[in-house]
């Protein structure tokens, strides 16, 4: 984790699982976009998954590769 966190390899947006960040900053994140979206006039819509077994499913081999292309050190 200290490899990921040292080059910024998370999106910004990303909250769990995340230290220092919490339920209420990602409720803040998405009420702040909702915000800027009146502000300019715009059609927001908001769209949030929760899919199950997610973690699970995932294709390791490609979660792999994602790790070895991020030059992780596996030591």
């Known amino acids: ?3 990921v966190h040292i ?3 998370l999106n910004h ?3 769990g699982f995340t230290p220092k960040k919490f339920t209420t900053d ?3 994140t ?3 976009f909702i915000e800027e979206g009146l502000r300019k006039g715009l059609i927001t819509i908001l769209v949030s998954l929760d899919v199950k077994g997610t973690f699970d499913a ?4 490609s979660v ?4 070895i292309d991020s ?3 596996f030591r």
């Open 71 to 73: 030059k992780l050190n």
């Open 26 to 28: 990602a409720a803040m």
């Open 58 to 61: 995932a294709w390791w081999p």
């Open 1 to 3: 984790m200290h490899h």
């Open 64 to 67: 792999l590769m994602a790790l």
């Open 13 to 15: 947006t990303q909250f």
């Open 30 to 32: 998405v009420k702040e």
């Open 7 to 9: 080059n910024n390899l």
